[in-house]
Structure formats: C-alpha cells, structure tokens
C-alpha cells in the first residue's frame, strides 16, 4: 500500500504540530544562560505563594538562531504595537517584579 504524501516545493519544509504541543505552555519567567556554542532558554511558571517554580520547557540555540529569534521578536513586536498599541513594561524598578525581568 503507497501512501501519497504531498512533497513541499524544494526549499520548503512542512511543519508538523501535534495536538499536545499545540496546546503550549504557560510561562511567565524565562532564564537564559549561554556559552560560545549556545543559547539555553529555560520558561519557568512563577505562581504567588509557591516556593519554587518548575521548568516548563527549554529551548536550546546556536547563537545564529537566537539572534534570528530576538530580531523576529523585535518584528513582531512592532507590529502587534501598531495593531494594538504600545506594551507597557511594569512599575519602577524598586518594583517587586514578577515575570520576565527587563535590564535596561
């Protein structure tokens, strides 16, 4: 028995997303490490009261792809802003911060 699997056109690839995959993870805390040969991303869920949080999931990338990663965010960014309008970051820095922490 053949199957008749369609061939995406050369340079294309098809991507599959299983139903529990696509149901994604909840995360509000990324910590991020990196070396000369990779960019770790570990997505925590940070709940009030619980004394710990626990990896939802980590992203492992070669430099390249997170630099391709932060300027596709960048992008996106921008126009979810001109749809929507500007993000707000929270409060002052002497803030109890919660979630993604942002140096500037």
Do not use: C, W
Request: proline residues 9%; aromatic residues 6%; charged residues 20%.
């Amino acid at each position: 028995m053949s199957t008749n699997i369609p061939t995406p056109p050369q340079g294309q690839i098809t991507i599959e997303l299983d139903e529990t995959t696509g149901q994604g993870i909840y995360s509000n805390l990324v910590l991020i490490v990196h070396s000369n040969a990779e960019f770790v991303l570990d997505f925590t869920k940070v709940l009030p009261g619980l004394p710990k949080a626990k990896v939802q999931s980590r992203v492992i990338l070669a430099p390249p792809h997170a630099k391709a990663l932060l300027n596709a965010l960048k992008e996106n960014i921008q126009k979810y802003e001109e749809q929507f309008g500007e993000i707000t970051l929270p409060g002052a820095p002497n803030d109890k911060q919660f979630g993604f922490k942002v140096n500037q």
